[in-house]
């Protein structure tokens, strides 16, 4: 089968990197698997998607200017089988394309002007799949978010923590991804200074993004600000406890990346955490509670932060495969 996947952004988070790691799965198992990409996502640059393209698949670029509409002129010149759409630039290139499959993964939310024209979804969790109108929930499907294992440097640990200036008697909490406003950063900061932990705990934040200068305009004692990094493997080994105080998290990839390290894990009530929750066997946050989040907390560091074992054999790129595969075929017969 020939699959273009389009994502269409500049810079590596989440749901770029689902889209390369399925890109990379479907051309191992076989498929003819073409990535179309905005020229920005090739710059030089330590957050880039370009370097980081499985070596399997074919990349197609188009222009940063007007990228949707290149793109939906690359499909109808191409023909694919299946054109898969990542966010909403993606979604909107797709847009009176006709003679191929057109599917998109729902990594936020739905939303009619970017998907009610499409002939299939993917629902990264049940409650997306419950919101969808009755005649597109019945030709979409529900696939779970998956992870990779990943090796941290040997020397991870001892390495960022002396780095931080963190003992190795101190507890240090920490969250990654993107730094956003509805990620719950700036509540998570307040919520930590009130928790009045001293030198017994301090907290980390891994990440870029729209928010993060202004989380560094807050001066907390305990709390390091480190912005993008290209080792998340090796934070979370740093890490003994992996806080979300996120205000909306559809699924939420750094949940996975974070069960895979083995971490404790505190999260909001979320539809993400919700979906996980049972793994997680905690309590889940109250959003946007400060409060609730003190508690929450000093809860979480009195029990110890143990390291856990979860079941990350469900979590795996190659067990989704017949799941899209299958969408692919319905969708490609007009959903029958």
């Known amino acids: 089968m020939r699959v273009h996947h389009l994502i269409l952004t500049s810079r590596f988070a989440g749901s ?3 889209a390369l790691e399925l890109a990379g799965a479907q051309a191992k198992a076989g498929h003819t698997v073409t990535l179309v990409l905005r020229r920005a996502a090739l710059e030089n640059r330590s957050d880039a998607l370009g370097a980081r393209v499985p070596p399997e698949v074919r990349v197609v670029v188009v222009p940063n200017w007007l990228s949707a509409w290149h793109a939906r002129r690359l499909l109808r010149r191409e023909r694919p089988d299946v054109a898969h759409a990542h966010l909403s630039a993606g979604c909107k290139a797709l847009a009176g394309l006709s003679g191929m499959a057109r599917v998109a993964t729902l990594h936020i939310a739905y939303k009619p002007q970017q998907h009610a024209h499409l002939d299939a979804l ?5 409650g997306q799949l419950a919101q969808l109108p009755p005649a597109l929930r019945a030709r ?6 998956w992870t990779r294992p990943a090796t941290p ?20 909490l920490g969250t990654l991804g993107r730094v956003e406003p509805s990620k719950g950063h700036n509540l998570l900061l307040s919520a930590f200074e009130q928790a009045g932990f001293g030198t017994a705990a301090q907290l980390v934040i891994v990440g870029s993004g729209s928010a993060l200068e202004g989380l560094r305009g807050r001066a907390i004692p305990g709390v390091h600000i480190v912005g993008f990094s290209p080792e998340p493997a090796d934070w979370l080994q740093a890490m003994d406890g992996f806080v979300s105080a996120a205000r909306t998290e ?7 990346e974070a069960m895979q390290a083995g971490l404790p894990i ?19 946050m109250p959003i946007d509670n400060v409060a609730g989040t003190v508690a929450a907390l000093r809860a979480f ?35 029958v």
């Open 140 to 145: 979409s499907v529900h696939i779970d978010n």
């Open 153 to 172: 440097s040997p020397d991870a640990r001892q390495r960022l923590r002396e780095r931080l200036g963190v003992g190795p008697e101190v507890r240090l």
């Open 16 to 18: 770029e990197r689902y």
């Open 250 to 256: 559809p699924f939420g990839l750094v949940f996975l």
């Open 122 to 126: 993917v629902a990264i969790t049940p």
């Open 266 to 284: 505190l999260a909001t009530e979320t539809e993400g955490g919700r979906h996980l929750s049972a793994l997680f066997k905690r309590p889940l």
């Open 301 to 335: 560091v009195e029990s110890g932060l143990p390291r856990r074992a979860y079941p990350m054999e469900h979590f795996r790129v190659e067990a989704m495969l017949p799941a899209f595969d299958a969408l692919y075929a319905r969708a490609a017969r007009g959903g």
